[in-house]
């Protein structure tokens, strides 16, 4: 069945995609709020400020998202559709191998790993951001599943493999050093994720029944 058509007051602020001279604002509002968060982390974001810093009126900005969370949840729809896709490298071992890199690159550099701290922090303290959060790693989850599947279909991992939590245990250590325990996120450390998750899903850990 098709869904109806919404109207613009049925979308959550900053939802809409047209084209244009539209499209070109949201383009440079997301950028200025994300290197502002980098900058400043979600607490010293203002919408006043970027609107300053994308070169637009304040009222647009006001009017189209209304809050800084807004901003946020926008900023995370277009980091996923952005998203660097996953790795293919033929195996097991080197996919997981190089999207954990992916992984470190992306948390070590100097704008995105503050941008992620930013919007993590965000999540933790306003519902709208943390379902924004949610729906960003549901999609990268969903398209680097496709590692753990072309695995079962090789026989590198027993059938029955969850891809979710495959990758979020490669991903989880990596995260760890990011926000707790501040360990480099250097490429030896990818390495030892993916590795101890091959372990894992040979003695059939994330086999779900």
Not at 87 to 100: I, M, P, Q, V, Y
Not at 183 to 199: G, K, L
């Amino acid at each position: 069945m098709t869904k109806p058509a919404q109207t613009e007051d049925d979308r959550s602020p900053g939802s809409v995609r047209p084209g244009g001279r539209t499209a070109r604002v949201r383009a440079e509002v997301l950028r200025a709020a994300g290197d502002l968060l980098a900058e400043r982390g979600f607490a010293g974001l203002d919408l006043t400020d970027v609107a300053a810093r994308a070169g637009v009126g304040k009222t647009t900005v006001y009017r189209r998202w209304g809050t800084p969370t807004a901003v946020v949840a926008d900023l995370l729809e277009d980091m996923a559709e952005q998203s660097v896709p996953r790795a293919d490298t033929g195996s097991l071992r080197g996919d997981l191998t190089e999207n954990a890199r992916l992984i470190a690159r992306t948390l070590t550099d100097p704008r995105q790993g503050r941008l992620f701290r930013a919007v993590i922090a965000a999540a933790t303290c306003d519902p709208e951001a943390e379902t924004a959060l949610h729906r960003f790693y549901d999609i990268r989850l969903r398209e680097w599943g496709a590692c753990v599947t072309d695995a079962v279909e090789r026989g590198e991992a027993p059938s029955g493999t969850d891809p979710r939590a495959v990758f979020s245990s490669v991903a989880a250590p990596l995260y760890y050093r990011l926000l707790a325990s501040g360990d480099p996120i250097d490429d030896a450390a990818a390495v030892v994720a993916a590795e101890a998750v091959i372990a894992a899903i040979e003695a059939g850990v994330f086999v779900v029944s």
